[in-house]
């Protein structure tokens, strides 16, 4: 059974930084890609940020571009997502997400089959 465990997130004043962490379990990490999105109240769920498992492709919302980093650790099974120069426009709750079967990052909501319980990121102005 496939998991995933998220830790980080809170509260932060503009122009600061987070860190949103992703522990994945229960299946091999070839072909898979992972990613995190973002929910805002009162709006949809939008993409923020991708990386394939295997060769470590990236892509970005625009919104974030130059601002977040995507990375992974192969050892610790475990995604990040750096974010720096935080904006209260960024405030949402966070999610990590996996599919398998990928050769590119997906950025839409729909590609992603698991998810984690997502964290609450608030950033004050």
């Known amino acids: 059974q496939v998991q995933l465990v998220e830790s980080g997130g809170g509260l932060v004043q503009a122009g600061g930084s987070l860190r949103l962490s992703c522990r994945v379990s229960g299946r091999a990490f070839s072909r898979s890609a992972m990613g995190w999105l973002r929910q805002a109240p009162g709006k949809e769920r939008d993409f923020v940020a991708a990386?394939?498992?295997?060769?470590?492709?990236?892509v970005y919302a625009d919104s974030v571009k130059g601002r977040f980093t995507i990375s992974k650790d192969n050892l610790r099974s475990t995604v990040y997502l750096q974010m720096n120069s935080l904006k209260p426009e960024d405030t949402a709750v966070y999610y990590c997400?996996?599919?398998?079967?990928?050769?590119?990052?997906?950025?839409?909501?729909?590609?992603?089959?698991?998810w984690g319980q997502g964290s609450q990121v608030t950033v004050s102005s």
């Open positions: 990386i394939t498992w295997n060769d470590g492709v990236t």
């Open positions: 997400a996996a599919y398998w079967g990928a050769v590119i990052p997906r950025t839409g909501t729909d590609d992603y089959d698991y």
